[in-house]
């Protein structure tokens, strides 16, 4: 079968099984210009045949709109005389196996060869047609035939006029299990076979066609191999279809190539497609404003648009049009569903909360939880059900376990008393440091004390922080920056459920230590922290950490306590550590701890509460702790603590001015303030009005038999009752 049009612009096709039998007409032209003017006139009816069939038979051959779909013959066009002597030259001696049927006089007396085909070979894509083509001029040999082959003229959009046939072996067709031998090697020589189309591995195509079309393909189902038409139940060509990437290539039939689509149905593919990025969709979100994924080492990282792209590209999404249905590609689609399904209000590190999508605590809003601290898991139990006792403790982490021992008990003889009192300040301790790990552990942490934590140099109150109790819950941070000179950047922070302030760091001025104590107070209660980087979004998320203020036991260090009275007493503990130093190599040290690390957490894992220490009811878990010296230093340090030695100092001076009213003194919080400025302006220049009401007010809670806030019935204005002297008993 060839393919006419009557010109060379026309695009309607007529099929024409014999062309040597037809009767044309060609005109005679003085010159090969005019002939070529000619061919190109939409008003000329005359024969320009082509061996290729389109996809739409009776529509020429477009290389996007209407691709090759069978070629029935070769025509190939050589610039060599077509004369008889030629002709016959070449019957008597061919140059290949495969002849050619017939021989074409064009109208500048070149020669054109025919080669017929015994049954049309079939395409997949313009492609594996122009592959083809390449393939039969290697089979052939067409270079030898005869001289000026013109290459260009080797392609399925060519026609050519052809009026004066001669036969050369007119019966002769090239066999069709050659054809499709060549076929297979174009097919090889095809890069993907159809861009966009799913390409679905190959074991899992096996599978679905041993499920529908039960023992149709025999041996291996691999790329590039050659089986029936399995999806024909008439075929029987055992190497009639070729396996690729994305579909069948097919020899015969009406279709070159079938997708697995075609073959197996929608739902298969979309079945397939699912189950590929089912797993990917758990590992991206959106924020509105970045992409996030969650890569091999379980981190979150944030991309725009188009890293994310390339990631997807990357990890094997197709982004060809058609991938996923028409018109959409795989990559679109995945897009569109973590747009919608995978959208969170903002990203933020939720220090031991579950990771990923998760509903934030307060807001109940979504959330990307993007924290990559994890506690240290427990070793598995080495214990009865009863649970591993400090003592028992010995035996599995021997090093923690001498560290603890010493850290608040003396090795030397003490009075049994004192001996008491360390005891219980260490149950204490590791009742704070057992609430703050197991909550960590079962990723629902909850807010807890701040621990102050004192004691000589060269203690290892540092150390301990550092190497044992930061490693449990995922690794401790340095946050003077913020708590003390108030710093807004957070980052760092927030990915951490354990912040230490030293006290090389101690506070310089009344004010700045009043911000500071009260920022503590601060996160104790009110369990939030703002994030803050630069670049990011910024959002409230929950603190439910530990702060833990170290320091020396001079007077120096201990400026960094901070101040505690009746509102604060249960948001502070305050151990101070015993005298003794436990000295120890710091290299072996820490590695025999990190071997431990998993027992200790054990221990804190099954460890009982002792009695007293820990309550359900209570707040924090457990109930606070002031060991009474560092309690003393932290009231006598404070705003407060200054105030009343400046009040006591001015009523000892004045005592002869308050002898009337039997030494009470009643005044508004402003004229109070005016008259201490003028008595003590040095002392004095760090209040304000507003700070010096409050210092007042934390007094009045601990003296409230000398000083007292009264309302005047009459003006229903507040005045301050203060009673001279200022000492306890004194009233």
């Given at each position: 079968?060839?393919?006419?049009?009557?010109?060379?612009?026309?695009?309607?096709?007529?099929?024409?099984?014999?062309?040597?039998?037809?009767?044309?007409?060609?005109?005679?032209?003085?010159?090969?210009?005019?002939?070529?003017?000619?061919?190109?006139?939409?008003?000329?009816?005359?024969?320009?045949?082509?061996?290729?069939?389109?996809?739409?038979?009776?529509?020429?051959?477009?290389?996007?709109?209407?691709?090759?779909?069978?070629?029935?013959?070769?025509?190939?066009?050589?610039?060599?005389?077509?004369?008889?002597?030629?002709?016959?030259?070449?019957?008597?001696?061919?140059?290949?196996?495969?002849?050619?049927?017939?021989?074409?006089?064009?109208?500048?007396?070149?020669?054109?060869?025919?080669?017929?085909?015994?049954?049309?070979?079939?395409?997949?894509?313009?492609?594996?047609?122009?592959?083809?083509?390449?393939?039969?001029?290697?089979?052939?040999?067409?270079?030898?035939?005869?001289?000026?082959?013109?290459?260009?003229?080797?392609?399925?959009?060519?026609?050519?006029?052809?009026?004066?046939?001669?036969?050369?072996?007119?019966?002769?067709?090239?066999?069709?299990?050659?054809?499709?031998?060549?076929?297979?090697?174009?097919?090889?020589?095809?890069?993907?076979?159809?861009?966009?189309?799913?390409?679905?591995?190959?074991?899992?195509?096996?599978?679905?066609?041993?499920?529908?079309?039960?023992?149709?393909?025999?041996?291996?189902?691999?790329?590039?191999?050659?089986?029936?038409?399995?999806?024909?139940?008439?075929?029987?060509?055992?190497?009639?279809?070729?396996?690729?990437?994305?579909?069948?290539?097919?020899?015969?039939?009406?279709?070159?190539?079938?997708?697995?689509?075609?073959?197996?149905?929608?739902?298969?593919?979309?079945?397939?497609?699912s189950s590929k990025t089912e797993g990917m969709l758990d590992s991206w979100a959106?924020?509105?404003?970045?992409?996030?994924?969650?890569?091999?080492?379980?981190?979150?990282?944030?991309?725009?648009?188009?890293?994310?792209?390339?990631?997807?590209?990357?990890?094997?999404?197709?982004?060809?049009?058609?991938?996923?249905?028409?018109?959409?590609?795989?990559?679109?689609?995945?897009?569109?569903?973590?747009?919608?399904?995978?959208?969170?209000?903002?990203?933020?590190?939720?220090?031991?909360?579950?990771?990923?999508?998760?509903?934030?605590?307060?807001?109940?809003?979504?959330?990307?939880?993007?924290?990559?601290?994890?506690?240290?898991?427990?070793?598995?139990?080495?214990?009865?059900?009863?649970?591993?006792?400090?003592?028992?403790?010995?035996?599995?982490?021997?090093?923690?376990?001498?560290?603890?021992?010493?850290?608040?008990?003396?090795?030397?003889?003490?009075?049994?008393?004192?001996?008491?009192?360390?005891?219980?300040?260490?149950?204490?301790?590791?009742?704070?440091?057992?609430?703050?790990?197991?909550?960590?552990?079962?990723?629902?942490?909850?807010?807890?004390?701040?621990?102050?934590?004192?004691?000589?140099?060269?203690?290892?109150?540092?150390?301990?922080?550092?190497?044992?109790?930061?490693?449990?819950?995922?690794?401790?941070?340095?946050?003077?920056?913020?708590?003390?000179?108030?710093?807004?950047?957070?980052?760092?922070l927030a990915n951490s459920a354990l912040w230490l302030v030293d006290d090389s760091?101690?506070?310089?001025?009344?004010?700045?230590?009043?911000?500071?104590?009260?920022?503590?107070?601060?996160?104790?209660?009110?369990?939030?922290?703002?994030?803050?980087?630069?670049?990011?979004?910024?959002?409230?998320?929950?603190?439910?950490?530990r702060i833990v203020v170290l320091c020396n036991l001079d007077p120096m260090s201990?400026?960094?306590?901070?101040?505690?009275?009746?509102?604060?007493?249960?948001?502070?503990?305050?151990?101070?550590?015993?005298?003794?130093?436990?000295?120890?190599?710091?290299?072996?040290?820490?590695?025999?701890?990190?071997?431990?690390?998993?027992?200790?957490?054990?221990?804190?894992?099954?460890?009982?509460?002792?009695?007293?220490?820990?309550?359900?009811?209570?707040?924090?878990?457990?109930?606070?702790?002031?060991?009474?010296?560092?309690?003393?230093?932290?009231?006598?340090?404070?705003?407060?603590?200054?105030?009343?030695?400046?009040?006591?100092?001015?009523?000892?001076?004045?005592?002869?001015?308050?002898?009337?009213?039997?030494?009470?003194?009643?005044?508004?919080?402003?004229?109070?303030?005016?008259?201490?400025?003028?008595?003590?302006?040095?002392?004095?220049?760090?209040?304000?009005?507003?700070?010096?009401?409050?210092?007042?007010?934390?007094?009045?809670?601990?003296?409230?038999?000398?000083?007292?806030?009264?309302?005047?019935?009459?003006?229903?204005?507040?005045?301050?009752?203060?009673?001279?002297?200022?000492?306890?008993?004194?009233?």
């Amino acid at each position: 079968m060839f393919y006419s049009i009557p010109n060379l612009s026309s695009e309607q096709v007529t099929p024409v099984e014999k062309p040597w039998e037809l009767t044309v007409e060609r005109p005679v032209f003085p010159v090969k210009a005019d002939f070529t003017r000619w061919c190109a006139e939409v008003t000329t009816k005359h024969c320009f045949i082509s061996g290729v069939q389109a996809l739409a038979p009776l529509v020429r051959v477009q290389e996007e709109n209407n691709p090759p779909l069978k070629m029935h013959a070769l025509i190939v066009d050589y610039d060599a005389t077509a004369d008889d002597a030629t002709r016959e030259k070449l019957c008597a001696r061919p140059k290949s196996e495969y002849l050619p049927a017939w021989f074409i006089r064009t109208v500048s007396g070149n020669a054109r060869l025919v080669w017929l085909f015994e049954e049309p070979a079939l395409f997949g894509t313009t492609e594996h047609a122009e592959k083809f083509f390449a393939v039969l001029a290697k089979k052939l040999q067409l270079i030898k035939w005869l001289p000026g082959l013109d290459t260009g003229a080797l392609n399925p959009r060519q026609y050519f006029e052809a009026s004066d046939w001669v036969p050369m072996s007119p019966g002769y067709r090239i066999p069709k299990a050659i054809v499709d031998l060549w076929l297979y090697e174009a097919a090889s020589r095809t890069g993907d076979i159809k861009q966009g189309l799913p390409e679905i591995p190959l074991d899992i195509v096996k599978q679905e066609v041993d499920a529908v079309f039960p023992g149709r393909w025999p041996g291996a189902f691999e790329l590039k191999s050659m089986g029936p038409r399995f999806w024909d139940a008439a075929a029987g060509n055992p190497r009639g279809a070729c396996v690729l990437s994305t579909g069948m290539m097919a020899f015969s039939g009406e279709q070159g190539f079938l997708s697995w689509k075609t073959i197996f149905g929608q739902k298969f593919v979309e079945k397939w497609l699912s189950s590929k990025t089912e797993g990917m969709l758990d590992s991206w979100a959106f924020d509105g404003q970045q992409f996030w994924r969650r890569g091999p080492d379980g981190r979150w990282q944030y991309h725009p648009k188009d890293n994310a792209t390339l990631l997807l590209k990357d990890l094997g999404v197709s982004h060809q049009r058609g991938s996923y249905n028409p018109g959409t590609s795989e990559l679109e689609h995945f897009i569109a569903v973590v747009l919608q399904q995978r959208r969170v209000e903002r990203a933020l590190p939720f220090t031991h909360r579950p990771k990923g999508i998760m509903c934030h605590p307060s807001t109940r809003q979504r959330y990307l939880n993007v924290s990559s601290v994890d506690c240290i898991q427990p070793a598995a139990p080495v214990t009865s059900a009863e649970g591993m006792t400090f003592h028992e403790m010995k035996d599995h982490c021997p090093t923690v376990h001498q560290i603890l021992r010493t850290f608040f008990c003396s090795k030397v003889d003490v009075p049994p008393d004192q001996a008491e009192k360390e005891a219980y300040q260490l149950q204490h301790f590791l009742s704070w440091c057992k609430h703050f790990y197991v909550n960590c552990l079962k990723q629902t942490p909850t807010p807890g004390q701040v621990a102050v934590v004192a004691g000589p140099p060269n203690k290892g109150k540092t150390f301990f922080m550092n190497y044992i109790l930061g490693p449990l819950v995922g690794g401790a941070v340095d946050a003077k920056e913020h708590l003390i000179y108030s710093s807004p950047w957070t980052e760092h922070l927030a990915n951490s459920a354990l912040w230490l302030v030293d006290d090389s760091e101690a506070t310089a001025d009344a004010r700045t230590f009043q911000l500071y104590s009260s920022r503590l107070k601060a996160y104790v209660a009110n369990a939030k922290l703002h994030f803050n980087q630069k670049f990011r979004q910024t959002g409230d998320i929950p603190f439910e950490g530990r702060i833990v203020v170290l320091c020396n036991l001079d007077p120096m260090s201990m400026r960094i306590l901070p101040s505690v009275d009746m509102s604060s007493d249960d948001k502070i503990n305050m151990y101070r550590a015993s005298e003794q130093i436990e000295k120890l190599e710091r290299e072996n040290v820490c590695a025999a701890i990190q071997a431990e690390l998993p027992y200790f957490a054990r221990f804190l894992v099954d460890w009982k509460y002792p009695e007293g220490i820990y309550s359900v009811t209570n707040r924090f878990g457990v109930s606070a702790y002031h060991d009474p010296m560092l309690l003393a230093e932290s009231r006598n340090q404070g705003s407060s603590a200054i105030l009343l030695e400046i009040l006591r100092t001015f009523g000892d001076d004045f005592s002869d001015r308050f002898k009337d009213s039997d030494g009470v003194y009643e005044t508004s919080a402003t004229k109070l303030f005016q008259e201490l400025s003028t008595y003590n302006s040095q002392c004095m220049h760090e209040f304000t009005v507003r700070s010096m009401a409050t210092s007042l007010a934390m007094l009045a809670r601990t003296m409230p038999t000398l000083i007292q806030s009264r309302r005047d019935k009459k003006t229903n204005v507040s005045k301050w009752w203060i009673k001279f002297p200022l000492y306890e008993g004194a009233a």
